[in-house]
Every structure is written in C-alpha cells, then in structure tokens.
Nanobody
C-alpha cells in the first residue's frame, strides 16, 4: 500500500520557521505532482503549494514569498519550508501526491494523515 507520512509540524512563534517533510512509501512507479494543503476546523481544505516532478512550483497568494516547496525525487519526498510564520498559518497540513503505483497504469491521488502546525506567541 502506498502511504504518505508527514513530519515536522509543531509549535512556532510568529515570525519563526518550520520545515515539513512528506515521504511517500510503498510500491511506487512514479510520482508526478506533489503538494501541501492545509485545513482549519470549519473551513475547506486549501492549497498551499504544489510542485511538479520537473520542479515547477505554484503557491497560494497567502504564503507566496514566505513558504518554499521542494522535493527530492530520489527519496520520494516533498518539503515545505515555512518562514515568517503568522498565526493565520495555524492549521493541519496535509501532503498530497499524484502518483502511479506499481500495480496500476493510471495516476491516483493520495493524502497523508496530516500534521498540526500551530503559530502562537
């Protein structure tokens, strides 16, 4: 079974930094796009940043200039460097990937379990 596991969440002060990681494991043929989403209670899950296999990135306006998404294709891992954190960044952050598993011939979408990020003084 393919799994995405996030790590690196926790508590940070406003203006501080956190680095999230998401490692995909299992029988994976190829990972195409990967991304980070976040969700707060009572609100819809929103896109934070995405990155293609080739390294093209896209960011939500709210995080542009503060967050950086990157990936290590050899490790099937995507990262989110979060700088200049604000209280409104507080959310559960979810890793997402479009990938082809070893037993499929089509792209499927997978989600991680989420990691809590809290920004508070």
């Amino acid at each position: 079974q393919v799994q995405l596991v996030e790590s690196g969440g926790g508590l940070a002060q406003p203006g501080g930094s956190l680095r999230l990681s998401c490692a995909a494991s299992g029988s994976i043929f190829r990972i195409n796009a990967m991304g980070w989403y976040r969700q707060v209670p009572g609100k819809q899950r929103e896109l934070v940043a995405t990155i293609t296999r080739g390294g093209s990135t896209n960011y939500a306006d709210s995080v542009k200039g503060r967050f950086t998404i990157s990936r290590d294709n050899a490790k099937n891992t995507v990262y989110l460097q979060m700088n200049s954190l604000k209280p409104e960044d507080t959310a559960v952050y979810y890793c997402n990937a479009d990938l082809i598993s070893g037993s499929e011939y089509v792209i499927a979408n997978y989600w991680g379990q989420g990691t809590q990020v809290t920004v508070s003084s």
